[in-house]
C-alpha cells in the first residue's frame, strides 16, 4: 500500500540521506569514524549502503533536527553529504545485488501520538 505524500501536520514527508568518505588509516580515525556511525543509528538512521544512510522525516520540522543532528556529530576530517528527498522520490529508487532488482525499503510505519 502506497504511503502519503503528506504527512498528518501536512508538510511534506521526507528522506534524509547522509553520504560519507572519511578516514580509517589510523586508530583514531576508525574511532572517530565509528562515533558517527552510532551516531547516525542511534538516531534512527538505516544502512542502505556502506557510508549511506537514510531516515525517514515526517515533516520539514523533524528534518531539520536531524540535518542538525549529523552536524553534531561530524567528525574532525572526512567528507559528508546530506541531502534531502521527497518520500515519492525515495520510492522510485531501484535497488541492484549484481544484476538482480530487488526490492527497495519500505516507508516505516508512522505512529502519531496526541
Known amino acids: 500500500m502506497p504511503r502519503k505524500e ?3 501536520s ?4 521526507m528522506y534524509l540521506l547522509v553520504y560519507f ?17 552510532k551516531a547516525l ?10 557510508s ?6 515526517a515533516d520539514n520540522r523533524v528534518l531539520e533536527q536531524h540535518k542538525r543532528r549529523v552536524r553534531d556529530a561530524l567528525p574532525p576530517k572526512g567528507h559528508v ?3 534531502a528527498v521527497t518520500s515519492k522520490m525515495y520510492e522510485k529508487m531501484n ?3 549484481g544484476q538482480k532488482e530487488i526490492e527497495g ?9 496526541y
Not at 501536512?10 to 514527508?13: I, K, L, Q
Not at 549511506?52 to 522525516?57: H, L
Open 6 to 8: 503528506y504527512a498528518e
Open 10 to 13: 501536512g508538510y511534506v514527508a
Open 21 to 37: 568518505d572519511l578516514p580509517v588509516k589510523t586508530k583514531k580515525d576508525r574511532k572517530e569514524y565509528a562515533l558517527f556511525r
Open 41 to 50: 543509528l542511534k538516531n534512527g538512521f538505516v544502512m542502505l549502503q556502506y
Open 52 to 57: 549511506v544512510y537514510s531516515r525517514y522525516c
Open 81 to 83: 553529504r546530506t541531502m
Open 95 to 97: 535497488c541492484f545485488i
Open 105 to 113: 525499503e519500505k516507508e516505516p510505519d508512522v505512529v502519531t501520538f
